[in-house]
């Protein structure tokens, strides 16, 4: 069984190790974890971090669910979808009355974009380059692109009903 739960010190390394693979080396950081809330989906078997969520809220209260992933090995089994849906109760309980989440655009496709569909977000506009300033700036490497990241974001949006 999967369990969702707030991340604990102990997490940091298996998070970062299913970030460097799914979203590029170096795009998470221990300090993005440190400032954004983070979720984890844990297997109870293994007790092994196997997926994680990373939220926010700007100073000006703009709420954003900044990324999900998962470990492939468990991919396709509600986790991705899960762990959005826990990051939408928790911004919606801190009073958000929309939510933001810029997705990665990769091949004509985003591949999140179903398990945001089923948290109620949807797309509004495509931003292209969206990461190129802060790839350079922070030195991460796309999966896609390497070194300067020039991957278009599309951005969902969740609004309260
Ligand atoms: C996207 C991701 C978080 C999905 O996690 P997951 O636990 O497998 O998601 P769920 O099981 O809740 O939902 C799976 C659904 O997502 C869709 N999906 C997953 N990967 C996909 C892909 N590569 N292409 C197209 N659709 C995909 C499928 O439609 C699937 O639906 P189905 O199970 O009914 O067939 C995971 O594949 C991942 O970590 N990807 C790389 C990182 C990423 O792109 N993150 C999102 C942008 S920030």
Request: net charge negative; glycine share 8%; charged share 25%.
């Amino acid at each position: 069984m999967i369990v969702i739960r707030d991340m604990q010190p102990a997490d940091v390394d298996e998070i970062l190790a299913i970030a460097d693979v799914q979203l590029g080396e170096n795009y998470i950081t221990v300090d993005d974890l440190s400032r954004c809330y983070t979720l984890v989906a844990e297997d109870d078997k293994s007790h092994k971090c196997v997926g994680f969520c990373l939220s926010y809220v700007e100073q000006d209260g703009k709420a954003y669910v900044r990324t999900v992933a998962v470990n492939p090995d468990f991919s396709g089994q509600g986790i991705g979808t899960a762990l959005v849906s826990k990051a939408v109760d928790y911004l919606k309980g801190l009073g958000a009355k929309s939510i933001f989440s810029p997705l990665w655009k990769h091949d004509g496709i985003v591949n999140s974009d179903v398990i945001f569909r089923r948290n109620g977000f949807h797309p509004t506009r495509e931003i292209s380059d969206y990461w190129y300033a802060d790839s350079i700036a922070k030195g991460y490497s796309c999966p896609v692109c390497g070194k300067g990241c020039h991957c278009t974001c599309v951005m969902y949006e969740w609004l309260k009903g």
